[in-house]
């Protein structure tokens, strides 16, 4: 069974910079994992942020290409999201996904980004 845990959120300004993690434990194959960071906005539905694959390929939602880039170290077991020039439509809770075969998911963490 797959563990995830994120951490890294918190309240920034619109311009700020935030960087979410997520560790995963109970395997030792996160290498063969798709993961992926979600947000779900209060009255809104969880939405794919970016992701990365098994050989580093990402892909974002348009509306963070340019200011957000996910990344993965598997030695570490940890996807990152280094997220720059933050807005406060960004304001969500960030959720860690990992899929091979079964969708696994983190707690989440909150992002907000107000003045």
């Known amino acids: 069974q797959v563990q995830l845990v994120e951490s890294g959120g918190g309240l920034v300004q619109p311009g700020g910079s935030l960087r979410l993690s997520c560790a995963a434990s109970?395997?030792?194959?996160?290498?063969?994992?798709?993961m992926g960071w979600y947000r779900q906005a209060p009255g809104e539905q969880r939405e794919l942020v970016a992701n990365?694959?098994?050989?580093?390929?990402?892909n974002y939602v348009h509306s963070v290409e340019g200011r957000f880039t996910i990344s993965r170290d598997n030695a570490k077991k940890t996807m990152y999201l280094q997220m720059n020039s933050l807005k406060p439509e960004d304001t969500a809770v960030y959720y860690c996904?990992?899929?091979?075969?079964?969708?696994?998911w983190g707690q989440g963490t909150q992002v907000t980004v107000t003045s």
């Open positions: 996904n990992a899929r091979y075969q079964q969708n696994y």
């Open positions: 109970g395997t030792d194959f996160i290498r063969f994992y798709t």
């Open positions: 990365i694959n098994t050989l580093g390929y990402t």
